[in-house]
């Protein structure tokens, strides 16, 4: 933690050297409709000697439970409870013990009024920044206790929580966090971080995104019609939304699949007009699906398709990071690649939306439906 603070700060003329910070935690991801729980057998971890501490970067992290969290209709008792066959909990609490916390991030965390936290100034910065590692350390801790009951013990039904940046700094007001000075006898105090005023600017991405007026006849067109968008687009689109969720492997085994739906629709007709110029003298276009067939989608891709274009077409980079790509979803698939970095996901996936796009303008089928939602971000 930081030490550039003031050595006295007050709330209530309290010593506010150190902050302890609870999160309540589910026993597995998911809507409160549906979440699970992780069970128990005529014991649950609620006594004193039941709790445990860890240290992760320099910070404290103390687990516990209590009775309110076995799911009941009014109060219950620990005598009665103890009686359950196969009792059960549905969170746990995670205290964070913060040491040395920065005047910046202090003023954020007790200031009197709500404010407006600018993502992009340093002190915004700083105290996302923060906050956001408390949680994700803290889910992470829950999520060893999930994974040891869905993986050891059998109980499959169980999720772990995603360790999604985009949806960290907001977990705040889903797991009810509390805060309080430590060692004072001051009450726990609800804490909310803002997360409705943060500001992080940027977008959902280029304007290609957006509907635009141009666009609002294709809408209709394809109200009426009840066609369905080409099988790419759907693929790119559950990609880029698994990657956004937390589930990356998943995200690249969709990306990939947008890629080879896109060679077998380029090797299967290609646009020959508009081909020729480039390969007249490389391959025979009317050998392209026989050779495809033959080698497959890895192969094709890596060693044939950079042979039938230019670098102004189809630029070495595409190709490389699509191979990556590739490389990546056979790690996954065939060798139990257990995570992918949401940087690298990111990178590849927009690699392959945008080779996509560049396969499609080249495809005899390329246009209209083949081509809808397939652009070139920047």
Known sequence: MSNDHHTKNTVGQLSLNDVILRLKIPTSSGSERERTSIFFTHWLPIKPEAKFSIYKNGVKFEVHTDISAFPSIGGITWEKVRKF???????????????????????????????????????????????????????????????YARVEKGQYWLREH?????????????????????????????????????????????????????????????????SRPSLTSELLSNAESLAVAGHRRNAIIEGVAALEVSVNGFCNKPNKLLLTSNVSERIELSELKSRYNHLGFSTTFTYLIPLLFDENSLPK?????????????????????RDVSSKDVSRMISAIRKTCAILHSFTETGSSVMTEGLYLPD
């Open 162 to 226: 995603s360790q999604n940046p985009d949806e960290l700094i907001h977990k705040v007001v889903s797991y009810k966090a509390k805060i309080k000075l430590m060692n004072s006898t001051s009450e726990w105090q609800d804490y909310f971080v803002n997360a409705a005023h943060i500001l992080r600017g940027g977008s959902i991405g280029g304007s290609e995104r957006y509907i635009e007026e141009r666009d609002w006849p294709k809408v209709i067109s394809f109200v009426k019609d009840g």
């Open 317 to 337: 980079s595409l190709v490389s990071i699509c191979r990556e790509a590739i490389e990546t979803r056979n790690g996954v698939v065939h060798k139990g690649r």
């Open 85 to 147: 066959v196969n009792p059960r909990v549905e969170f746990f609490y995670v205290d964070a013990y913060l040491t040395d916390v920065s005047q910046n991030v202090f003023d954020l965390m007790f200031g009197p009024t709500i404010h407006t936290v600018d993502a992009s100034s340093d002190k915004g910065r700083e105290y996302i920044s923060f906050i956001e590692n408390i949680i994700k350390e803290a889910q992470e801790v829950v999520n060893r206790i999930i994974r």
